[in-house]
């Protein structure tokens, strides 16, 4: 298994904040199928005022390249997307073409 962990900003607007949170109640069936047909096992986000942490836990088929040609094709995602961009602001230093920003391991402890 691959273990991912990447930030975003939303907009620091609690009324966005909220409604960006209640998108999130019950995400459309599709996006849902999306995330799990490229390998994606298990996703979490976690926010803090108006920074968010994504986990993501994916088996070895699974790749950001793979998951970027697949939403490509996928009117759903796509529409998806475009809706969350009204929420989300990126992080200084994020690569063109990018929302999210994956996050460099620094410290592992496992017993």
């Known amino acids: 298994m691959q273990r991912f962990i990447l930030f975003l ?4 607007d609690p009324g966005l904040i ?19 047909d490229s390998g994606i096992k298990s996703m979490h986000i976690f926010r803090f005022e108006n920074r968010l942490c994504m986990e993501i ?15 490509t094709l996928n009117p759903a995602v796509q529409a998806w997307e475009t809706l969350m961009s009204n929420y ?8 063109e073409g990018a929302k999210w920003v994956l996050a460099k391991n620094i410290f592992s402890l496992t017993s």
Do not use: C, V
């Open 9 to 12: 900003d939303l907009h620091d």
């Open 18 to 36: 909220r409604e960006y949170e209640k998108y999130h109640e019950s995400i459309p069936i599709e996006i849902e199928k999306s995330i799990l």
């Open 57 to 71: 836990i994916a088996d070895e088929s699974f790749s950001f390249a793979k998951k970027g040609e697949m939403d």
């Open 88 to 95: 989300q602001k990126l992080i200084p230093g994020t690569p």
